[in-house]
């Protein structure tokens, strides 16, 4: 494997994947995450070139979707002030859980991605049995630690980490019995980038603050959880070994991931973040006067950019295609990605004001990452390499993590007095 080609790679992944999550935080909750998972599992597939993925790229799309938007459920905003602290014991806490709430986001992303790049005719995935297996999985793990022993994480707020763990054990357990070593690997890679990256945005957070840079570092944070899972999730993807799959998918197999990535999760996003009351919050600090008739405008503008961009695509990737059959090629791929991608940028654009005022500087950055994959993406070509399952090494590699936010946390104790935001786990 060129190291050259596989470090460009994995840039344009992650650089994908961190402006879709930086994007993110101006929507929230599961269906922001399941739109960002989405745009990096379609990263990882253009980037790969393996044409016989092609066919199957809306699937992978919504495995990505729900795999990186199941950890939504999580709530991480008082975790974030545990970090902000000045003792060592309750800022390596923080860290250390915003690696776990990182790492359970990477594990169920790329283990669901990586399954569908490895279901094939003759070694298929039987979903219904995972998702079983994963909901009973999430109840029970979730009953026994916060109902019954009260392991609480970040009191008063929602525990449902504890049911991202049971699915994410579910998953493990699936993965294991089944063979499924290169999803597992994926699952993995994605699991410790996206970890390292929540807790290492953190201490950037801090850093930022500390340093009084004008600037969003909430979006730093979350920018790096997500350049580091995409390029997690796109290393192991390059890593392991894949056999190759049908490059034709059954046309009747195509219209619900296709719907429900390019529709259902946009349309979600809308319902939940246009909100009259969040519009005049935000619109009210950069317009002077009534604002009413513009923030009406923003909120119909996108509701039609939604219902326009999905019929487009579901006539040019379905309805138009004839045939029982279907394949897609490399080029209607990136179409789509960038389509998507462009979107999703132009809606955190609209919600935040950002297209009549430059008061949100980093909204640009993300015009600026999108144009640069765009450049990049069809260049990028790592190559595959087959790699083991090595637990070990693995286990290793955890530890230096875990080193590492320990040495973050000493920095980070000692380069302020205290910030305004941070919280006590333990007294």
Known sequence: MNVKLLSKSLLVAGMSMGTAWAIRGQFGHEQGAAWAGSIGALAVLLVAKRADWYSRFFQAALAGAIGWGLGGLMSYGIVVGYGRGVDFINVYYGLLMLFVIGALHGFLGGGLFGLTLANSRQKRVPWHQLIVEM???????????????????????????????????????????????????????????????????????????????????????EYSIGFFGGGGMAYGTFTS?????????????????????????????WEQSFKLKKLMDNYGKIVSGDASELIWGVKLAALGLVLLTSAIWFMKYYRNKTGHLLTYDYQEVRTFFIGHFGLY???????????????????????????????????????????????????????????????????????????????LRFE
């Open 241 to 269: 070994n894949w056999e190759p799959v049908e490059d034709r998918q059954k046309k009747s197999t195509i219209w619900f991931p296709l719907l429900m990535v390019a529709l259902f999760i946009p349309f979600v996003v």
């Open 345 to 423: 940028t132009f809606y955190s654009l609209l919600i935040t004001g950002a297209i009549i005022s430059t008061y949100r500087i980093e909204q640009y950055l993300y015009i600026v990452n999108l144009l640069v994959v765009w450049a990049l993406i069809g260049k990028a070509n790592p190559g595959f390499s087959n790699r083991n399952i090595y637990t070990g090494r693995w286990a290793v590699g955890l530890g230096v993590v875990l080193i590492f936010i320990a040495l973050l946390t000493l920095v980070a104790i000692n380069s302020h007095e205290g910030l305004k935001g941070s919280h």
């Open 135 to 221: 909901l009973a999985g999430g109840f029970i793990v979730y009953y026994f630690l916060i109902e019954a022993w009260g392991w609480l994480m970040t009191p008063p707020r929602s525990e449902m980490w504890a049911a991202c763990l049971g699915m994410a054990l579910a998953l493990a357990w699936f993965l294991s019995r089944h063979q499924q070593k290169s999803a597992l690997r994926v699952a993995v890679f994605a699991s410790l980038g996206a970890g390292f990256g929540f807790a290492l945005g953190n201490f950037l957070q801090v850093m930022g603050h500390v340093a009084q840079i004008k600037f969003n570092f909430w979006n730093v944070m």
